[in-house]
Every structure is written in structure tokens, then in C-alpha cells.
């Protein structure tokens, strides 16, 4: 291969596997997921227009609900994770309260898993939240791809996050790989401790392309008919 196509290549590569597959160096993979630091990848938050697509990613649990908002600069491609909601031990309607309040004619992608449950208890999440009002659809739940397509991501800069996002900014600087050791085997995994919001923001950039529309035409405001608190995010 010539340096052109192995730069290509090792750009489109996680860190902890670039050493295996560049020189056959055996790795583990312990370490951070996205080894960029927080400040290279946020931004001070601006007005986003109304002609941008958007759409969120939603992870559901009882100790924590976590959405990531996202929108489409449709001149370069890149996309803004501009808003979040975490917060945990509610109900759905009541999560799905807050998520509307953001604007209820964005689209969801929701874990059909939903932390851990049964196929069968997500499928009965997936229809509370709709009947709460939400333009949700299952996600693509896989992690190791929808990993690669957020690092990928990030190291081409097309992914950003308004540094107003407190919740993801910690978990982010958190979300990590270890090696579990058993009796026999020896593995590296995600850790799944505080991932709610990288879990969110892993269904909503997989899924964003599908599922991403811009706001309708008249649509000023919320569903509710307030006027937005907050006009850079527009909710």
C-alpha cells in the first residue's frame, strides 16, 4: 500500500488497534474510547439555524435517562451535539415531557434493547414512549460499530459538542475500555458505568442519516406554543 491509502486507513482505526493492524503489535485495548481531549472536540455554542437537520439519540434506564441532541451543518456535513437531557428515577411521560419540550417534531433513535432489558421489554418501552408523543425508532444497538463511526468521526472534526453540555463532557472523559480477567479467558469491554449519554450519542449519529429532518415550515416554537428560553438551541 502506498503512505496515501495506509493514512486513509489507520485514520478510519480506533487508537488501541492501530499498532495490531499497522505493525502486528499484539494490544489489548485498555484505555479511552475517544483519547481526544474534551477541549479539541467542544465549541461555545451558537444559534442553530432552522434549515439544519436534527435529530437525538435516547438511552432509557431507571437510574439514568440519557438524550443527545444533534444537527447537520448541511455546508460541510459536520454534525453539533448542541443539547442533552440526564436525568434518572422517573417515568417515561415524564422523560418524554422533557424531550418534547426540545422541540416535539425532532426524531429519535432509542436503544430497542433499553438497558439490559429483554427484547420484549424494550419493544414495551419503545411503545410507551411513542404513545408519550416521541418520533422514535429502534436503534442500531451494536457497539463496537456505532464506536467506530463516532471516533471516526471525531478525528475527521466532523463531529462537535457545544461545551454547554456538562453531563456528556464528563462521561465522555470517562467512557473507557479494561481487561476483565476470568479463570480461562482474558477480555477487554467497555466499561458500562456512567455511558448513558455515549450510549445516546452512539444511537443518534448511527441513526442520524435515516431518521434526521429539518424544523417544519411555521414552526416557531415548541409543541407546547411557548416561545424558546433558549434561542441558540431553539427550545
Not at 3 to 31: F, I, M, N
Request: glycine letters at 8%.
Amino acid at each position: 500500500m502506498d503512505a496515501k491509502t495506509k493514512r486513509e486507513l489507520l485514520s478510519a482505526t480506533q487508537p488501541y488497534l492501530r499498532d495490531a493492524r499497522s505493525k502486528g503489535t499484539p494490544s489489548v485495548g485498555e484505555g479511552a474510547i475517544y483519547p481526544i481531549p474534551w477541549d479539541e472536540v467542544s465549541c461555545d455554542p451558537f444559534p442553530i439555524p432552522n434549515f439544519w437537520r436534527r435529530a437525538y439519540g435516547l438511552d432509557v434506564g431507571w437510574n439514568k435517562t440519557a438524550a443527545i441532541w444533534l444537527a447537520e451543518d448541511p455546508n460541510t456535513g459536520g454534525i453539533y451535539a448542541y443539547s442533552e437531557y440526564y436525568r434518572g428515577q422517573q417515568v417515561p411521560t415524564m422523560h418524554a415531557t422533557a424531550i418534547k419540550a426540545r422541540g416535539d417534531w425532532i426524531p429519535g433513535a432509542i436503544d430497542p434493547a433499553s438497558r439490559g432489558r429483554s427484547q420484549d421489554e424494550g419493544k414495551k418501552l419503545l411503545s410507551q414512549y411513542r404513545g408519550a408523543g416521541l418520533l422514535v425508532k429502534p436503534a442500531n444497538n451494536a457497539v463496537e460499530f456505532g464506536i467506530q463511526t463516532v471516533w471516526e468521526m471525531l478525528e475527521t472534526g466532523r463531529l462537535k459538542f457545544f461545551s454547554t453540555l456538562h453531563n456528556t463532557a464528563n462521561e465522555y472523559r470517562l467512557y473507557r475500555r479494561e481487561k476483565r480477567t476470568t479463570d480461562l479467558t482474558e477480555k477487554v469491554e467497555v466499561v458500562k458505568k456512567k455511558d448513558h449519554a455515549m450510549d445516546a450519542l452512539r444511537y443518534g449519529i448511527v441513526e442520524f442519516s435515516k431518521i434526521a429532518t429539518v424544523r417544519p415550515a411555521g414552526e416557531e416554537f415548541t409543541g407546547s406554543g411557548f416561545t424558546p428560553v433558549d434561542k441558540r438551541a431553539g427550545y
